[in-house]
């Protein structure tokens, strides 16, 4: 047998203890991706919020989106095959 421990590595040394100039510099770096975080979080909910209320007008890119989806998967909820979308004529008749 090995002296070799089961289950996997052994653990990484202890990290020496931080300056008090790290410690500031770690929580000034932690506020400002807090902020960051709370910025995209406040921007996502407006742009949702704007997006519900110009479909709600029937209006805007989450109406067309959804729209053009019918336009190409219709036929699939319908549940038979594709209905003509233009009447054929033969030549010269109307």
Same mark, same amino acid.
């Given at each position: #047998?090995?002296?070799? =421990? =089961?289950?996997?590595?052994?653990?990484?040394?202890?990290?020496?203890?931080?300056?008090?100039?790290?410690? #500031? !510099?770690?929580?000034?770096?932690?506020?400002?991706?807090?902020?960051?975080?709370?910025?995209? $979080?406040?921007?996502?909910?407006?742009?949702?919020?704007?997006?519900?209320?110009?479909?709600? $007008?029937?209006?805007?890119?989450?109406?067309?989106?959804?729209?053009? !989806?019918?336009?190409?998967?219709?036929?699939?909820?319908? %549940?038979?095959?594709? =209905?003509?979308? !233009?009447?054929?004529? =033969? %030549?010269?008749?109307?």
């Amino acid at each position: #047998m090995s002296g070799r =421990k =089961k289950g996997g590595s052994a653990s990484p040394p202890p990290m020496p203890p931080e300056t008090v100039q790290e410690q #500031m !510099l770690n929580a000034d770096m932690i506020r400002r991706l807090e902020e960051i975080s709370a910025f995209n $979080r406040q921007r996502n909910l407006d742009n949702a919020v704007r997006l519900a209320q110009m479909a709600a $007008r029937h209006q805007g890119p989450l109406v067309d989106h959804f729209a053009e !989806l019918g336009r190409r998967f219709a036929e699939l909820s319908r %549940g038979g095959p594709p =209905k003509p979308q !233009l009447r054929v004529i =033969k %030549g010269g008749e109307a």
